[in-house]
T-cell receptor
Framework: GAVVSQHPSRVICKSGTSVKIECRSL??????MFWYRQFPKKSLMLMAT?????????EQGVEKDKFLINHASLTLSTLTVTSAHPEDSSFYIC???????????????FGPGTRLLVL | GQNIDQPTEMTATEGAIVQINCTYQ??????LFWYQQHAGEAPTFLSY??LDGLEEKGRFSSFLSRSKGYSYLLLKELQMKDSASYLC??????????WGAGTKLIIKP
């Protein structure tokens, strides 16, 4: 099946630094990728929708200047947490959307997540 | 390797009971998650099991057997709004989520 990878799998950084998280679709092209944030035992919170070649669409309450998203190619989207603070510590998950040509059915494939700890 | 298996699609009748199975193979184990996702929406957390047994939460229950690498999500008194995709995800020793492809549940009147 389709595979989505994320790098790094976990990262520890100092407060005030920036962290880049990569999301790659390994064996398919994805014009749309999603970035989620998960808090312990809670639902995934959609942060933004990333479209290849255009600006990301951010959900209400998500600071676009703090969470920079770049979807430079059909297989790569990046999320950069700028000037990270301890409250940004979380589990960030990306997904890639695929629409099958045969029946136009939409499927999302999720990445394994990146655990960010800001000290 | 790591793998999560769940059926692609299931059909059930309104008011009935349906069980969605999930088998997992992960490097280490830190729990099993079930999410519900309606088309076009973000996944909603349903349950988290890390110990063997059944956990009941209203109409939804989740079961885990670590020795068998097996979990199921049980939905009772099905309602039309339960039509959605149900995602099974195992967490490995590195706290990474290994996702199943999802089970599309179709509820018929």
């Amino acid at each position: 099946g389709a595979v989505v990878s994320q790098h790094p799998s976990r990262v520890i950084c100092k407060s005030g630094t920036s962290v880049k998280i990569e999301c790659r679709s390994l064996d398919f092209q994805a014009t749309t990728m999603f970035w989620y944030r998960q808090f312990p035992k809670k639902s995934l919170m959609l942060m933004a929708t990333s479209n290849e070649g255009s600006k990301a669409t951010y959900e209400q309450g998500v600071e676009k200047d703090k969470f920079l998203i770049n979807h430079a190619s059909l297989t790569l989207s990046t999320l950069t947490v700028t000037s990270a603070h301890p409250e940004d510590s979380s589990f960030y998950i990306c997904s890639a959307r695929v629409i099958t040509e045969t029946n136009l059915q939409e499927t999302q494939y999720f990445g394994p997540g990146t655990r960010l700890l800001v000290l | 390797g790591q793998n999560i298996d769940q059926p692609t699609e299931m059909t059930a009748t309104e008011g009935a009971i349906v069980q969605i199975n999930c088998t997992y193979q992960t490097s280490g184990f830190n729990g099993l998650f079930w999410y519900q996702q309606h088309a076009g929406e973000a996944p909603t957390f349903l349950s988290y099991n890390v110990l063997d047994g059944l956990e009941e939460k209203g109409r939804f229950s989740s079961f885990l057997s670590r020795s068998k690498g097996y979990s199921y999500l049980l939905l009772k008194e099905l309602q039309m709004k339960d039509s959605a995709s149900y995602l099974c995800a195992g967490m490995d020793s590195n706290y990474q989520l290994i996702w199943g492809a999802g089970t599309k549940l179709i509820i018929k009147p």
